[in-house]
């Protein structure tokens, strides 16, 4: 786990930047979202903002994905930059999230940034709700159709329904 202690940082320095490659062990992907099998590099620039930080990011790698129509399972590059604007709130006050507050991200603890939590929750938001493997993916039906054509397979009646009813 890397936690970046912001306040001793900033005790030193006017600025932080540093470069991390994160496993994916270290990440915990939710699995039902995706597979990520290869390390994640993440580059982090941070400066402070009054009492809050302005926190840049820069993540390089790709997860891979079960495409929503075919099932197949397909590599989505997930690299991005991003800036984000790291807050602290204590957990019992009520915050009213306007919607330019998107980008704002909330530390647990004042001044402690967990750098893997971050990065985390960057990647699921990048990841859509229907994945596809390409824009124009046909289809799970439409792809059992074109292997049964191939193949020669023997005419079977429920493919020609089914080729009517895609064809329209
Ligand atoms: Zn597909």
Redesign the pocket.
């Known amino acids: 786990m890397t936690v970046l202690n912001l306040k001793e940082i900033f005790e030193r320095a006017d600025s932080f930047e540093s470069r991390y490659l994160i496993g994916p062990e270290s990440l915990s992907f939710p699995a039902d979202l995706g597979d990520l099998k290869e390390p994640v590099e993440v580059y982090v620039r941070i400066v402070k903002d009054n009492k809050d930080y302005r926190v840049f990011l820069n993540i390089v790698g790709s997860v891979e994905l079960e495409?929503?129509?075919?099932?197949?399972v397909?590599s989505k590059d997930i690299s991005q930059e991003k800036e984000k604007h790291l807050s602290y709130y204590p957990r019992e006050e009520h915050v009213a999230l306007a919607p330019e507050d998107l980008e704002v991200s909330f530390m647990e603890e004042p001044d402690l940034l967990n750098l893997e939590d971050l990065v985390r929750e960057e990647i699921i938001l990048s990841i859509p709700m229907k994945p596809?493997?390409?824009p124009d993916?046909?289809?799970?039906h439409h792809?059992a159709l074109l292997f049964e054509e191939e193949k020669g397979a023997p005419h079977d009646p429920r493919f020609a329904i089914l080729r009517n009813l895609l064809a329209r």
Request: with cysteine.
């Open positions: 495409c929503s129509r075919c099932l197949e397909f596809l493997c390409s993916c046909t289809g799970l792809q």
